[in-house]
C-alpha cells in the first residue's frame, strides 16, 4: 500500500511541469447535464420457478444524461433490487433517448436502455437486460419529475415484465474545455477573461476506500455455504469508492459503491447516496458524520436490499489535494437479517473545479491547471472463463471506463464491467490501475496503449476464488477528432486465487474533454 501511494503521488508530480498560458486564450463550453432518479415496480415470474419468489421487484436506477443535442441524450447508470427478496441484483446500462417539448413546460420523453447484471441467475441467465420507456415529464428551473410505461425484460432469462415507472430529474452542470488543452496552467494575469471563469468552482472530494465489515446479530450467509445459510462471523474484505460534492462549507451530499474481495465466495456489492457533514474543521484535520441510504446483497442471506450505512470518522490532510481518512459505522439492511459494523481507510483527492471563484468563500484564484478525462464504453469479450462446476464459457460484458490523465503519457483508469451474455449473469468486475499511451502517428490518427489493472470480481459461480483478479491489456486508438476515438484492445485476465486464466477482447469508444481545477 505505502509503495503504490509512493507511486501515485510521484505520477502526480509530474503535472507540475507544464507551461504557463494566459486564461483569456482558454475557451470553455458549459454541459447541462441531468441525474436521474427513476422506481419501478417489476412483476415477478414467481409462477415458473421452483422456489419460494416474491411477486414483485422493486427495482431503483441512477442514470447520469448528457444533451447531445436539443432532443436527444445519451447516459450511463446502475439499477439495483430494493424491495422483494433479490437483494444484491445490480445491472450496469447505457441509455439514448429522445426529449421534445409538448405544451410549455410538459415534455414527452423516450428511451432505450441496455445493460447486464442479475440476481437470481435461473431468473436472468446470461444478464442481459432491454427497457424501452416513454413518458410525460415536466420541467420546472432545470428540475423535473415524470412517469412512464415500459417493458423491464432480461432477454436471457424469464425475468420481464411492463410497468409503470416514476422519475425525478435534478441538473448537473459541467464546464469544461477542448481535451487539446489539457495539462496545461493558465493564469489570469489581466481584466480581459470573459466572465464564464469567474464564476463558482464546485468542490468536491474522490475517494478509494478499504473496510472491513465484522457482521453480527442474525447475519446469515446463502447457498454457497455449507451448511447453507450459515451464521456469518467471518470478516469481510470491502474495497470502495466514494465522490463527494459539497452543498455547503461543511455540508456534502455523495455516492458511493462496495465491492468484497476476502471473507466469502465472491458476489458481495453495495450502493449508497446519502448526505455528510464536517463538524469540527481545522487547517489539517477535519471531524466528520455521513448517513447513507441504498441497497446491498449477494453471498448474503436473500433480502430486499434496501440498506442504512451511517459513519463517522476524520480526515488528515497531507496536502491541499491528498488526504488520508480513518472511519467507522455500520451496515444494517432495512427489514432484512444482515448488519455489520465496519471500520477502515481511505485515499482522498480534493478538487475545486470548473472556475476561479471559490464556491462559498467568494475567494478569486489566479491559476486554473487543466487535466484531460476522459469517458468510454466497450464491449468486452472474455473466452473460456472457468466456472465453479468445472466447465468453461465465454462471456459477453458491457463495461464503462473513466480515465483521468496524469501527464501527456501516463494516466490513471477504472472499471466496471457487468456480464450480460454467457449463462452467468450477475457476474462483474471493478478494476482500477495504470496506463501509458503513445503519441499520434499516422497524421494524428492513431495511438497505442497498455493498461495493468487490477481489482475484484465475482458472482454467478465463475471461478473467481475470493475475487482478486489482475488484467493487463494492449491496444490501440483510432482518433476521429481530438475528443472522440474508437479503441480496440486485447488482454490476459488472471485470478492469483481461483482459476481463471482468460484472454478477452475489448472494443469500444472513448470521449475525451478537460476539467478545469483552481490552483490555490
Not at 504557463?20 to 415496480?41: D, F, M, P, Q
Not at 430529474?169 to 487539446?180: A, D
Amino acid at each position: 500500500m505505502k509503495n503504490l501511494l509512493f507511486l501515485f503521488v510521484v505520477l502526480l508530480s509530474f503535472q507540475n511541469y507544464s507551461q504557463t498560458n494566459s486564461l483569456s486564450e482558454l475557451k470553455g463550453k458549459e454541459l447541462h447535464n441531468s441525474i436521474r432518479l427513476n422506481y419501478i415496480l417489476v412483476h415477478q415470474p414467481f409462477k415458473q420457478v421452483p422456489y419460494e419468489l416474491a411477486p414483485t421487484l422493486g427495482f431503483v436506477g441512477l442514470t447520469y444524461n448528457i444533451p447531445l443535442n436539443d432532443w436527444l441524450y445519451a447516459g450511463a447508470g446502475f439499477h439495483t433490487a430494493i424491495t422483494g427478496d433479490q437483494g444484491g441484483l445490480f445491472t450496469l446500462g447505457v441509455t439514448l433517448g429522445v426529449n421534445t417539448p409538448i405544451y410549455k413546460n410538459l415534455y414527452f420523453d423516450a428511451n432505450m436502455h441496455f445493460g447486464g447484471g442479475g440476481g437470481f441467475r435461473s431468473l436472468v441467465n446470461g444478464g442481459g437486460m432491454i427497457y424501452p420507456n416513454a413518458g410525460l415529464q415536466y420541467k420546472k428551473n432545470d428540475y423535473s419529475f415524470g412517469v412512464q410505461y415500459g417493458y423491464v425484460n432480461f432477454f436471457t432469462g424469464i425475468q420481464k415484465s411492463d410497468n409503470v415507472s416514476f422519475f425525478i430529474e435534478i441538473p448537473s452542470i459541467l464546464r469544461m474545455s477542448s481535451y487539446k488543452d489539457a495539462q496545461k496552467t493558465f493564469t489570469l494575469n489581466d481584466n480581459s477573461v470573459d466572465e464564464f471563469w469567474t464564476k463558482p468552482a464546485v468542490k468536491s472530494v474522490q475517494q478509494i476506500t478499504f473496510d472491513y465489515f465484522f457482521p453480527i446479530g442474525m447475519s446469515r450467509a446463502d447457498v454457497t455455504t455449507n451448511p447453507q445459510y450459515k451464521s456469518l462471523t467471518e470478516t469481510l474484505s470491502i474495497i470502495g469508492f466514494e465522490y463527494q460534492r459539497y452543498l455547503t462549507s461543511n455540508t456534502f451530499v455523495y455516492a458511493h459503491v462496495d465491492t468484497m474481495y476476502s471473507g466469502l465466495v465472491s458476489g458481495f456489492m453495495d450502493l449508497f447516496f446519502g448526505v455528510g457533514k464536517n463538524f469540527i474543521e481545522t487547517k489539517n484535520v477535519n471531524f466528520f458524520a455521513k448517513m447513507g441510504i441504498g441497497a446491498a446483497g449477494g453471498r448474503i442471506y436473500p433480502e430486499g436490499g434496501l440498506t442504512m450505512y451511517p459513519s463517522a470518522g476524520f480526515d488528515v490532510h497531507l496536502t491541499d489535494k491528498l488526504g488520508l481518512s480513518a472511519h467507522g459505522g455500520y451496515h444494517r439492511a432495512i427489514g432484512g437479517t444482515f448488519e455489520a459494523y465496519t471500520a477502515g481507510l481511505s485515499l482522498k483527492y480534493y478538487g475545486l473545479t470548473g472556475g476561479l471563484k471559490d464556491p462559498f468563500s467568494d475567494d478569486i484564484a489566479s491559476t486554473i491547471k487543466t487535466h484531460g478525462v476522459g469517458v468510454g464504453v466497450q464491449n468486452q469479450t472474455y473466452f473460456k472463463m472457468a466456472k465453479d462446476d468445472n466447465t468453461t464459457i465465454d462471456l459477453e460484458m458491457i463495461s464503462l471506463k473513466l480515465f483521468y490523465d496524469l501527464n501527456k503519457r501516463f494516466y490513471l483508469v477504472g472499471e466496471t464491467s457487468f456480464a450480460y451474455e454467457g449463462k452467468s449473469g450477475g457476474y462483474a468486475h471493478g478494476i482500477f490501475g495504470l496506463g501509458i499511451r503513445s503519441n499520434p502517428f499516422l497524421n494524428d490518427k492513431i495511438s497505442t496503449f497498455i493498461e495493468l489493472m487490477g481489482g475484484v470480481a465475482g458472482g454467478a459461480g465463475v471461478d473467481t476464488g475470493e475475487g482478486i483478479l489482475v488484467r493487463p491489456t494492449i491496444g490501440v486508438n483510432y482518433h476521429l477528432n481530438e475528443s472522440l476515438s474508437l479503441n480496440a484492445a486485447v488482454g490476459q485476465t488472471i485470478t492469483p486465487y481461483g482459476n481463471i486464466n482468460s484472454t478477452n477482447l475489448n472494443i469500444g469508444f472513448t470521449y475525451n474533454l478537460s476539467i478545469l481545477n483552481t490552483k490555490k
